[in-house]
């Protein structure tokens, strides 16, 4: 099948895009779909060969068959207006903006609680992605890990985040660079995580261990939170603990203010 935006030109002077072959071109594409889609603000709730024409200086037809591969992309809806990817994304945004208004003091509790450094991870392209954390105030060593660090897929937080996963086809790209065997215990691991509603991390560190949750939005897994401690401190054995209870707590109640 052609790419939808491939060589986007007609013979009225507008300049040619080129296919997507060339990296230019791609780049070219990315641009103006991106200036396109730009266009959406509080005045302008819906777009037209003529108006995209007019405001970006190309001619009607390149602007047409940007505006009809945007629609069939799922940016643009009817009448070409915002697409039901356009409303996924924001959706996602919202969610996101909510769990990360209402997290940092539920963390912080959690720490104070539990001993133990507490985490808020979103999913990234290749894992979990840490976005927040809370370190513990007591004892003289913290456990910590950076912000913006991208975790392994044994990690607790990429554990529980592909669990709760609604398409699978994300959980089939990530395990796809997992041999065979490990590919099925990755996928029993998360079996596990969705009959417990925690998942526990797996890499070969000895001595340390960590423990994640699920925080949900109204439809769909948005987030995970953790905590890290030692062996001694947090055990899968023992996976009803005082310190495992309260990390459901805290990702049940940011589940709970979430709206989206």
Sequence with gaps: MPDPFETLADG??????????GDRGAIQT??????????????TRT???????????????????????????GFLGQAYGPGPLVDQL???????????????AILRKLSDQSGLTAVLSFLGRSGAVVTHVEEANAGT????????????????QSRILLAFQ???????????????VEALQEQAELSLARRNRVAWADLDRVGLASVAAPVFGSRDIQAAVAVLGTTKMLCPSDASSHRVDLLRGAA?????????
């Design 141 to 156: 060593i913290v456990l910590t890990v950076r912000v913006g660090t991208v975790l392994e897929l044994k990690a607790a």
């Design 90 to 104: 924001s959706s996602l945004v919202s969610a996101r903006q909510q769990i990360l208004t209402v997290a940092p």
């Design 47 to 73: 777009l037209s060969p003529a108006m995209v024409a007019d405001r970006l200086g190309m001619n009607r037809t390149t602007a047409h068959r940007y505006l009809q591969s945007l629609q069939a992309s």
């Design 166 to 180: 609604s398409d699978p086809g994300v959980v089939s790209h990530l395990h796809s660079v997992l041999g065979g």
């Design 12 to 21: 009225d002077g507008d300049r040619a895009v080129e296919s997507p072959a």
């Design 30 to 43: 990315i641009e103006r779909a991106a200036m396109i889609l730009a266009l959406f603000d509080q005045h």
């Design 252 to 260: 049940e109640q940011i589940s709970s203010m979430v709206t989206i």
